[in-house]
């Protein structure tokens, strides 16, 4: 039985760019996971900071450029162009997870292609268990998603207050560059349409603990029967659940332990606002690589997921009571139609551009008073 320097369960963005990099420096890595080739059920958008993290031959493969971003609330509509191709793609997440996995393989990463299935701890050993033998590795990363079987052991698993439920459908035989996004007052969250090459991903999310995913099947259909270019066209639903944890949830969490450490949605590291965790898997695949270099990895990983994307995290928390109300909205459907200065906020939050360290700084300098003290004040 070979003895792996890393195991790491699941070969998503963040267990794969991982893997990436753990081989190139050299590490014998064992990624578990025998889900490909498949779709997950995501939108698939891929920000422009995003993109620099996987490099260009992945970029490049595949993604459907957007043109337009449409925000919709209350029956009103406000459009908003992208400057450019690399501030938002929209990817097949069947092509855009493998072709993240092949630098992997190619790297020298040992893909085993069966799902983990158990886990013990014997000395500084781990065992993990799959369906056709056991793996023997000194480090463990669990990037097996939000109900894998490595944040249950090492942790604890998530309460359905820190979920949302994402629920909708691919809609085929559609070509479209248009974004949209649409504001969801009960229960609060949003809908949004992403076009992939061949399809439409649409779905509606909101906190598990205040809708079920046929309340959000609801909202996805009767958007979709007036959406004019999904018209008669054949569907296919999906249902997931997306960590969506508060500030005070983010401060309780434990990214890494005695040879562990938890990667992406496994970590709970999506934006709270967006539901968006491409980007923070991605980092922080690559933050557990470089962590695993040093003379303390586990309270170097831990140091980086903090001081990095739990900041960020923490920040879209506690903005996010005011950001989905009604007021605020409408308000802001009407900047998107006013100001110039508003729509280039919005482009560089969709492009992961805007951090939220100083969004309230920026929507400050538009002029936009109205706008800004409902952000700044939740209201």
């Known amino acids: 039985m070979s003895l792996f320097d890393v195991a790491i369960a699941g070969a998503g963005p963040a267990g794969a760019v991982a893997a990436r990099e753990l ?54 509509r406000a459009a908003v162009p992208l400057p450019d191709r690399d501030c938002l793609k929209v990817y097949p997440r069947e092509a855009f997870d493998a072709a993240i996995l092949r630098q992997a393989i190619d790297a020298g990463a040992h893909h085993v292609q069966r799902r983990a299935t158990a886990l013990t701890r014997s000395g500084a050993q781990w065992s993990i268990d799959t369906a056709t033998g056991r793996i023997e590795a000194r480090w463990l990363l669990g990037a097996d ?4 079987v490595v944040r249950k052991h090492v942790f604890r ?3 359905r207050r820190q979920l949302s439920i994402a629920a909708g459908s691919y809609v ?9 996004i649409g504001f969801v007052d009960r229960p609060s969250g949003y809908l949004w349409s992403f076009p992939r090459p061949g399809h439409l991903a649409v779905g509606t999310c909101a906190q598990a603990d205040e809708t079920s995913a046929a309340d959000m099947h609801a909202v ?6 007036g959406y004019a270019p999904a018209a008669g066209r054949p569907r296919r639903r999906y249902a997931w659940p997306i960590p969506s944890l508060a500030a005070r949830d983010l401060d309780a969490e434990q990214p890494s332990g005695d040879g562990w450490m938890l990667l992406g949605d496994a970590a709970g590291l ?26 303390s990895p586990a309270k170097t990983y831990a140091d980086g997921v903090r001081d990095e994307l739990h900041d960020e995290l923490r920040r879209a928390a506690r903005l996010k009571a005011g950001f989905f109300r009604p007021r605020f909205t409408g308000l802001l459907i ?10 280039e906020v919005m482009i560089d939050l969709i492009g992961g551009r805007q951090p939220y360290a100083g969004l309230k700084r920026r929507l400050l300098s538009t002029m936009e008073v109205g706008l800004m003290i409902r952000v700044v004040l939740g209201r």
């Open 270 to 295: 999506v934006d709270p606002i967006t539901r968006e965790g491409i980007f923070f898997a991605l980092r922080s695949g690559m933050l557990a690589a470089s962590a695993l270099a040093t003379a």
């Open 157 to 159: 698993p998530f309460d």
């Open 220 to 225: 996805t259909d009767r958007w979709l029967e």
């Open 145 to 148: 998603g939000p109900a894998g």
């Open 172 to 180: 085929d035989g559609i070509d479209t560059r248009e974004i949209v």
């Open 23 to 76: 081989a190139r420096a050299g590490a014998r890595v064992a990624l578990i996971d025998g889900s490909h080739p498949r779709e997950k059920p995501c939108g698939g958008g891929v920000t422009g900071r995003a993109l620099d993290l996987v490099g260009a031959p992945v970029a490049m493969s595949g993604g459907q450029v957007i043109d337009t971003v449409a925000f919709e609330a209350a029956g009103r």
């Open 334 to 343: 009407d900047a998107l139609d006013r100001s110039s200065a508003i729509r």
